[in-house]
């Protein structure tokens, strides 16, 4: 039986710590705040605005909550994350997407200072997670499967992983956090020739396949610590990951579970990256 690698047991270690974080800065005068950015009434955005904003609340961080109508133009919301830009005591913005189509993605989150992208969305954030620097923040999801692995205490030095997807949202950064990490990461893809066959002799995997059970029992070797990223909802109306757990779970060492898995973390993270933004601002 594979260990679980609950995210709730990460998110409850991360929130302590974030809380002394944050009471450290309001001792200090500073208090960490994030904005979120909204355009429309998508539900699902909703949603998530509402969990940030209580995860946020739980740990210290207050929230500004700019909201746009779908018809909004695009002047509009530059405007908007201008103001955010040009706000000291706004530490970190939340930018929901995806916009509606009348957007252009590209102008619109490079728009968002780095310093500020604590979601790990604009071109400069993404160089600085490509060169291994501090200049913006990582994408969420892959930073809350590296934590998850920091928890549980997986040594990733000198291991062989693999990252099944490649999105600039998830699979390439993943990759290269796994790398600054010292593990030798390989990529897989939909043009990737007999896929299986890769991951088995991978000692972690990470799947970000964006298909719900996809990935099953032919894909997993014994010994190997999975990290599911897939979010999906079968014909029945069931929340489930990429992987085929009930094939996988007899097989691995460790997987995260769908749900409370890495959902879980990602907002404890996005809250990290905030408190980080706060502190680089007092260092300043």
Not at 235 to 247: I, P, R, S, Y
Not at 250 to 256: D, G, R
Request: aromatic letters at 4%.
């Amino acid at each position: 039986m594979a260990k679980i690698l609950s995210g709730k047991e990460v998110v409850a270690a991360l929130n302590e710590q974030l809380s002394k974080r944050a009471q450290a800065l309001e001792e200090k005068g500073v208090a960490p705040c994030l904005a979120m950015v909204r355009v429309g009434e998508r539900q699902d955005d909703i949603a998530y605005e509402r969990g940030a904003t209580n995860r946020c609340k739980r740990i210290g961080i207050s929230t500004k909550n700019f909201i746009l109508p779908e018809s909004a133009t695009q002047e509009e919301l530059i405007k908007v994350i201008e103001e955010v830009n040009n706000d000291p005591s706004i530490h970190g913005c939340l930018l929901f997407r995806p916009l509606p189509e009348h957007f252009d993605d590209e102008v619109v989150r490079n728009a968002l200072l780095p310093a500020k992208d604590v979601d790990g969305i604009t071109n400069g954030s993404l160089a600085g997670v490509f060169a291994g620097t501090d200049q913006g923040y990582p994408p969420c999801t892959p930073a809350a499967c590296m934590e998850i692995l920091e928890h549980f205490g997986i040594d990733l030095n000198g291991k062989k992983a693999t990252v099944i997807g490649r999105s600039l949202v998830v699979g390439r950064p993943a990759a290269l956090m796994l790398t600054s990490r010292n593990a030798t990461a390989t990529v897989c893809h939909t043009r990737t020739v007999d896929m299986p066959s890769v991951t088995r002799e991978a000692e972690v995997v990470i799947v970000a396949a964006g298909r719900a059970n996809l990935i099953g029992k032919e894909y997993f070797s014994p010994g190997q610590v999975v990290i599911d990223v897939g979010i999906n909802f079968t014909e029945e109306g069931t929340l489930c990951g990429d992987v085929n757990f009930a094939e996988a779970e007899p097989i691995v060492a460790a997987i995260s579970p769908v749900p409370g898995g890495v959902g879980t973390v990602t907002t404890s993270v996005l809250a990290k990256h905030v408190i980080e933004a706060a502190e680089k601002t007092l260092a300043k």
